[in-house]
């Protein structure tokens, strides 16, 4: 994120949708693992661990369980009647988001150039599971997040 401190009206405005950030897909991962747990931060691995290693943060609150699981009934919407019924699966609910972003080269935002995400949890009321499916440059005439990633995290 741009330093806060110097964000212009305009630059508060589009943050909100997501515009000017940039996150790789581990981080949004650990992101949705907050809200997935309630609030808390856990530490994040490529490798399963069984123990706790030296010189990685324990767990932590970051923000109050209820924000959490208000967040997670938000997401359910996405799936349930919005942008993201492509990632039912049935016998769980399912709490996610969809994210389509226009590449961005040179000269401005590159024209029929996208990343499609989506992000989610299941199931939604006690989630076991996070996942985050990016699809880099989707060919063809689709390439919404709910239309090309959440179909992936349901499979």
Known sequence: ??????????????????????VNTLQLARAYSVLAADGVIRPVSLLK????RPGIAKPEQVMGARLARDVRQMMKTVVDSGTGKSAR??????AGKTG???????AGYEENRYRATFAGMAP??????????????????QYFGG???APVFRD
């Open 1 to 22: 994120l741009p330093y806060h401190k110097r964000w212009l009206p305009v630059q508060r405005a589009t943050l909100s949708f997501g515009h000017g950030m940039t």
């Open 49 to 52: 661990n069984t123990t706790a």
């Open 147 to 149: 239309e090309i990633a």
């Open 89 to 94: 699966i049935a016998g769980y609910s399912v």
């Open 124 to 141: 939604a009321d006690n989630p076991r599971l996070v996942a985050v499916v990016t699809v880099n440059d989707p060919q063809g005439k």
């Open 100 to 106: 389509t972003a226009h590449k961005v080269g040179a």
